[in-house]
């Protein structure tokens, strides 16, 4: 049973512990509110303002659990807490585990900070969770795939355009990489597993994996330095460096170029060619 009183009142202190700044937000001139504002949270939780402003009054329907998910997040939530508001909302709170979609408090906020680099959060099969908006500038939405497509393993044997953004001659090795890594992860995670499940789709659709994989290859680690093909400024070398939050098996991927280069020209001009999009 929801517990509408205790969820008013932790929806409440949750938004007025956050500052503007610890969730990627510019605080502005003439800010008064402590905390946040209804309406900033509202747009962070993807929901409307009325919708968020009656749980936080102890009004409206019972949350789902897609709501409360968004809410967790949207307010930097972690897995404790975040379980605490599925209770209050009278729904037990989903399992923990690899699986898990949940961002940990810490890595969003490196990812709140980094407005002007490539950077994005990952599942350790390839779904992206939240993007930076260079991120998005650099490969497109991928945050917008759903089902097994979400991961970009999944999509590097089904779809051709996943390979577009990848030089050429970096094909065969990703190719390899592919397979070698959902491998590695059904052994990890075992047979009962989404990776398992995953490699079960992809031998069903894909000549090009089913090849791969019975190649048994194992361990084949991604390149320090990534080649993309952007159909706007052209040819990037970027390197590419990893935070690993090992409780939930997330990685947070920062794309960065050597100053000088003319791969750091490109990343320049792709800010200004992303911001104009955004506009």
Not at 35 to 59: I, P, Q
Not at 90 to 106: Q, W
Request: charged share 25%; hydrophobic share 35%.
């Amino acid at each position: 049973m929801i517990d509408r009183p205790g969820l008013a009142e932790f929806l409440r202190n949750r938004r007025q512990a956050l500052q503007p700044e610890d969730v990627g937000l510019p605080r502005g001139r003439r800010r008064r509110t402590d905390g946040l504002r209804r309406e900033e949270v509202a747009s962070l939780c993807h929901m409307s303002v009325d919708y968020y402003s009656r749980l936080e009054r102890e009004r409206g329907p019972q949350p789902s659990h897609r709501m409360l998910a968004s809410i967790a997040q949207g307010l930097h939530m972690s897995l404790d807490e975040r379980d605490h508001l599925f209770r209050l909302a009278g729904h037990n709170p989903p399992p923990r585990g690899t699986s898990n979609d949940h961002i940990g408090p810490g890595l969003l906020r490196v990812l709140d900070r980094l407005d002007d680099t490539p950077a994005e959060i990952v599942t350790e099969l390839g779904e992206t969770l939240r993007q930076s908006p260079m991120g998005v500038a650099l490969t497109g939405d991928t945050t917008r795939y759903t089902g097994p497509a979400r991961s970009v393993g999944y999509r590097w044997f089904t779809d051709p355009a996943a390979r577009r953004i990848h030089a050429p001659e970096e094909h065969p090795f990703l190719t390899r990489m592919y397979a070698s890594g959902l491998r590695g992860l059904v052994t990890l995670r075992g047979a009962q597993s989404r990776a398992a499940h995953l490699a079960e789709l992809l031998l069903a659709r894909s000549e090009e994996f089913r090849r791969v994989w019975d190649d048994h290859e194992i361990g084949i680690r991604p390149h320090d330095v990534k080649r993309f093909v952007h159909p706007e400024v052209g040819a990037l070398e970027l390197t590419c460096q990893r935070l690993l939050d090992p409780d939930q098996a997330h990685l947070l991927l920062v794309y960065t170029a050597i100053p000088g280069t003319e791969s750091h020209e490109k990343l320049q001009m792709l800010s200004v060619i992303g911001a104009q999009t955004l506009h």
